[in-house]
């Protein structure tokens, strides 16, 4: 699980939209795959390994998030080989789902990129 407290004082808030700040969908897809990545990299197996985006599927938004909201992100496993990587991801906010998606990942090793 992951939190991020989204303050106003977000860069991209300057643009996104000045009268109506409302939080990139696609920030909040990086939040919950990095979240994944991370969770991935720390299985015993892939130690000195980083997650690669590979592929997103069933990408839905369903509420916006605003400065002050509360985001949880939420990361479940649902395959893992040598070298991929499969989650489902959740955020939300107050317990009300905000985006979800099953995010794929090609798992290569750090030091060469490969």
Known sequence: MGIK???INEPFFQGHFPAQP????VLIIEAMAQL??????????????IAVLLSMDHVKFRRQVVPGDRLV???ETLR?????????????VDESLV???????MLVDAETGS
């Open 5 to 7: 407290n989204v303050s």
């Open 22 to 25: 409302i939080m990139p969908g």
């Open 36 to 49: 994944a990545g991370i969770l991935l990299s720390q299985k015993l197996e892939h130690a000195g390994k």
């Open 73 to 75: 992100l939420e990361v």
């Open 80 to 92: 893992v080989k040598a070298r991929t990587g499969h989650v489902r991801a959740v955020a939300s």
């Open 99 to 105: 985006a979800q998606a099953e995010i794929k990942f």
